[in-house]
């Protein structure tokens, strides 16, 4: 009976150290979730607001590589300054290579005073805002970049490079190269993409038009917003994440955004540009893990407050009987210790002194007359200062005072030998008890070896970046010689076919009567050729970029990017019967754009190889082999012998004659090397006569949820 006021305080002492436990751990999470929501907030609008700049700052360097290489096509000064004439085949393939290869929706040529001298895209719209700001960036030679706009209030989004052109000895523009750009290729979708599963995260694209916020891109919740939803800024000011944006608020917040929503919101100025980034995401998201956590909380410790009542006897119980134990054992274990540590400090490599209070040594090891030169007498005589090299003893009362602290103190430092030599040493020191009375406790290690490896290894290290700085400067200037060996080879070897397929054709329409059938023939064989020729230089170039080309890879869906390449080849499947059959294809990590020049190279392939065919079948799909998902496209067309498949992808291999399937032989290669800079490979199985299956790995695939 006289245990039960001990046993009652001890469980309502365990009751209210469960109910602190409990409201500490709701709070912590509480404060976790928040702060794990903040971070990838964060992080988002960082990485998005970064992409944004970068991508910007490449459009302008496209237009710096137009204008520099502009000079080299001599129409252009002729179609500005001259009187309005047709522009020839050479330039429009120039422009249709800027337009074709870089992605641009359109290529313009203007004069200075606005008018367009040239328009691949004809009847294109060009007035108003564009048409403003083309002529006051002709006022300079700097390439500019427009803002987002429409050219009509029904027509699309756009941006446009302006590139001014300088002709010597002439200082002002003489005209403009005008690259449109459609947001919705790329700047769009970086800014809607969110990179992890979320269902109300959001990240949008805004700038402040006088008093008011002018939304850019089409949003989530809401549609048809893209430079049409304008909201002001004084009335929301405080609350709508966009108002606080373009008002210069830094760091994340709490407010509503354009439906009226609590949302937990960020954002960041796009550096160069007037656009603000703003990153949100719903407060009721980020708080429902927080309720769910305190549910299963509350129910813990409500099991917890019906199981403590017979947890206090028992501990009672098992704590008086250890207590009983801890007492015959503690003298045994007391004198074990004394007896180990007697026999650890002596025969120790490192060096172990006992000090008292004024730093008098009063116990050394072995170790420490072998290190210093001092017999055990002379080192109990000695101060832990005069083991110190004078210019080591700054902060050496603050060192002392540290080793009073739990854990001590661990620094390096230098001392000094009998004989008056001085080595570096690695000091780990602390405070310990004995009998009642403080002692601090260093053990001290020679690292004299240890500083002679690192400053090796900091020589080394120096000396390697040196080398990779030396490597990377060769390597840049490598590859800028390479490009532009390319450019100029591209271009002085298209000249000659565009002039040997324009004279053929102005031969055959102009003499055609004077030439035998035999004739016409051999003309129309050198043409064919020519273009031919001209879709292998294409080639070889589409090859040799490919191995500068930044690889942007992320998260895709191969099957809708096999379904965009299939419908781009609707012209192949003209007049023709053809069965296709799509499987399920799962998620991969890899550049979309890439990714779907090797499904559009492949079902290229298989669509020619199966012309013959009554009724062509072309399947798409992935197979499991050895953990890694394999995709694979097949036809039914004219395969091909085994025996050669080694020559399936080299540059310039064919299996089959020109004459029978035409092609440059390149697509496989470059469809190769595509694979291989994902860190996959491809292969392919074929019979004779019926049909072929390429087989191909890439990147890291995604369990589909």
């Not at 939803?229 to 108002?243: C, E, K, T, V, Y």
């Not at 000094?416 to 403080?438: L, M, N, Q, T, Y």
């Not at 992320?554 to 390449?565: E, H, I, N, S, T």
């Not at 064919?654 to 292969?683: D, K, P």
Request: proline residues 5%; charged residues 25%; contains cysteine.
């Amino acid at each position: 009976m006289k245990l039960t006021p001990a046993l009652l305080a001890l469980y309502l002492l365990l009751l209210a150290a469960l109910g602190a436990a409990g409201y500490s751990f709701y709070h912590g999470q509480q404060q976790r979730a928040l702060d794990e929501a903040r971070t990838q907030l964060t992080a988002i609008a960082d990485l998005k607001a970064a992409e944004i700049a970068e991508w910007r700052r490449e459009r302008i360097a496209d237009g710096e590589v137009v204008q520099g290489n502009s000079g080299s096509v001599p129409e252009i000064r002729r179609l500005l300054q001259g009187p309005p004439a047709a522009p020839s085949a050479a330039i429009l393939d120039w422009m249709g290579a800027l337009k074709s290869f870089h992605g641009y929706t359109n290529v313009m040529l203007i004069d200075t005073r606005g008018a367009v001298r040239l328009s691949l895209v004809p009847a294109a719209p060009f007035d108003g805002y564009c048409a403003t700001i083309a002529e006051e960036a002709m006022r300079s030679p700097e390439v500019a970049l427009t803002d987002l706009h429409r050219e009509s209030q029904s027509g699309p989004i756009h941006l446009t490079v302006i590139i001014p052109l300088v002709f010597p000895p002439h200082k002002l523009p003489a005209g403009a190269i005008l690259l449109w750009i459609d947001p919705s290729t790329f700047l769009f979708s970086r800014i809607q993409s969110w990179p992890t599963p979320s269902r109300t995260a959001e990240s949008l694209l805004v700038r402040r038009e006088g008093d008011q916020i002018l939304y850019l891109n089409e949003l989530r919740h809401q549609k048809g917003t893209a430079l049409r939803l304008r909201l002001p800024i004084g009335q929301w000011r405080g609350r709508l994440p966009a108002a606080a944006a373009v008002s210069g608020r830094q760091g994340v917040w709490n407010g509503v955004d354009y439906r009226g929503a609590p949302v937990l919101a960020t954002a960041r100025r796009v550096p160069d540009s007037p656009w603000y980034l703003v990153a949100k995401v719903d407060a009721d998201e980020v708080n429902t893990p927080i309720q769910q956590r305190s549910e299963l909380v509350a129910f813990i410790l409500l099991l917890s407050v019906l199981a403590a009542g017979p947890a206090a006897g028992l501990v009672w119980y098992r704590e008086r009987f250890r207590l009983q134990l801890v007492r015959r054992e503690s003298e045994v274990v007391r004198q074990a210790l004394v007896e180990h540590f007697s026999y650890l400090s002596r025969y120790a490599n490192d060096i172990i002194l006992l000090e008292d209070q004024t730093g008098r040594i009063v116990e050394a090891n072995d170790r420490a007359e072998q290190s210093y030169g001092y017999d055990r007498g002379e080192l109990l005589a000695l101060n832990i200062r005069d083991l110190h090299e004078p210019s080591s003893l700054a902060g050496f009362e603050a060192r002392w005072e540290a080793a009073k602290k739990p854990g001590g103190i661990l620094f390096e430092t230098t001392h000094r030998r009998r004989d008056g030599s001085v080595f570096p040493v690695e000091v780990s020191a602390r405070v310990i008890e004995v009998d009642g009375e403080g002692f601090r406790q260093s053990i001290i290690r020679d690292i004299t070896e240890r500083k002679r490896s690192l400053e090796e290894i900091e020589k080394l290290n120096q000396e390697l970046e040196q080398r990779v700085q030396q490597r990377t400067a060769e390597l840049e200037a490598s590859n800028k010689a390479l490009e532009a060996f390319t450019y100029s080879v591209a271009h002085d070897l298209r000249a000659p076919l565009r002039a040997i397929h324009g004279f053929s054709r102005l031969l055959e329409a102009e003499h055609a009567s004077q030439l035998s059938p035999q004739a016409r023939h051999y003309l129309e064989v050198v043409r064919r050729n020519a273009l031919q020729m001209g879709d292998l230089i294409d080639s070889l170039l589409a090859l040799s970029r490919l191995g500068r080309q930044p690889l942007k890879a992320r998260v895709v869906a191969p099957a809708d990017l096999a379904r965009q390449a299939w419908e781009e080849l609707g012209a192949e499947r003209e007049g023709r019967q053809v069965e296709f059959v799509a499987g399920e294809l799962p998620s991969c990590t890899a550049d979309p754009a890439l990714l779907k020049q090797v499904f559009a190279n492949l079902l290229g392939n298989a669509l020619k190889y199966s012309r013959r065919r009554e009724t062509a079948r072309v399947e798409i799909g992935c197979s499991t082999m050895a953990n890694s998902c394999v995709y694979w496209v097949r036809d039914n067309g004219a395969g091909f012998d085994m025996r050669y498949a080694d020559k399936l992808f080299g540059v310039f291999q064919r299996l089959h004659s020109q004459a029978e399937y035409e092609g440059s032989g390149i697509g496989l290669a470059i469809t190769q090397r595509i694979v291989q800079r994902h860190g996959g490979r491809i292969w392919a199985e074929a019979k004779l006569d019926e049909g072929a299956t390429f087989h191909f790995t890439i990147g890291d695939t995604v369990e589909s949820e």
